[in-house]
């Protein structure tokens, strides 16, 4: 079991940059894939980025390509997101996820989240 804890959220402008971390704790926490994941007020949470264990294959939401790069330093327990070029659509709450695969339905613990604000 990995636990984890997300910081970095914040307001910004459209067309700004955030930096989301999430930090782990747990031996092993290089095992396990990680991901991103969002939920803004009135719907449900979706899938944003995942990472595998190595760090060797990435994976993104349609609606974030391009802009968004999920990564992780396994020495230092960390995942990242960058997130460029936001949109006021991307508000929600981020949540960092750690599972045995890459695959959605594997992430199994999660932390409490984030809020990012992306004003007009």
């Known amino acids: 079991q990995v636990q984890l804890v997300e910081s970095g959220g914040g307001l910004v402008q459209a067309g700004g940059s955030l930096r989301l971390s999430c930090a782990a704790s747990?031996?092993?926490?290089?095992?396990?894939?990680m991901g991103w994941f969002r939920q803004a007020p009135g719907k449900e949470r979706e899938f944003v980025a995942a990472?595998?264990?190595?760090?060797?294959?990435?994976y993104y939401a349609d609606s974030v390509k391009g802009r968004f790069t999920i990564s992780r330093d396994n020495a230092k327990k960390m995942v990242y997101l960058q997130m460029n070029s936001l949109k006021p659509e991307d508000t929600a709450v981020y949540y960092c996820?750690?599972?045995?695969?890459?695959?959605?339905?594997?992430?199994?613990?999660w932390g409490q989240g984030t809020q990012v604000t992306v004003s007009s």
């Open positions: 747990g031996r092993t926490f290089s095992r396990y894939a």
């Open positions: 990472i595998s264990w190595s760090g060797g294959n990435t």
């Open positions: 996820a750690s599972g045995l695969t890459t695959k959605v339905n594997d992430f199994a613990s």
